[in-house]
């Protein structure tokens, strides 16, 4: 099992009912993983846009394959929403692909 580390979300008033509690327990910790995959996605994201000013093609097409499956990761479990998955998507590897034709 995979674990997380979150904050507690704590508001001016604190469950009462123990379904109440879990249901707090499990948001925490899905924002955590949600966060961590954006996070993740963001750094794959820069990493292939420092590769592509850098002309570095090999790290560039390595990043960008790790990004699009990261990406389609995240908008399977609708942490993304479809459009802006290809968005993101769309716009990367038309920067990739302008230095692999060079």
Do not use: H
Not at 25 to 34: E, K, T
Not at 39 to 67: G, H, P
Request: glycine share 2%; hydrophobic share 40%; aromatic share 4%.
């Amino acid at each position: 099992m995979v674990e997380y580390n979150f904050i507690n979300i704590i508001s001016a008033t604190m469950p009462i009912k123990k379904s109440a509690e879990k249901a707090l327990r499990q948001s925490g910790v899905r924002a955590a993983r949600n966060r961590s995959a954006k996070e993740n996605i963001s750094y794959l994201l820069k990493q292939c846009k420092k590769a592509v000013e850098s002309k570095d093609t090999e790290k560039a097409k390595d990043f960008l394959a790790r990004a699009i499956k990261a990406i389609d990761k995240a908008t399977q479990k609708k942490m993304l929403k479809k459009n802006s998955a290809a968005r993101k998507k769309s716009g990367i590897a038309k920067k990739v692909n302008a230095i692999l034709k060079k």
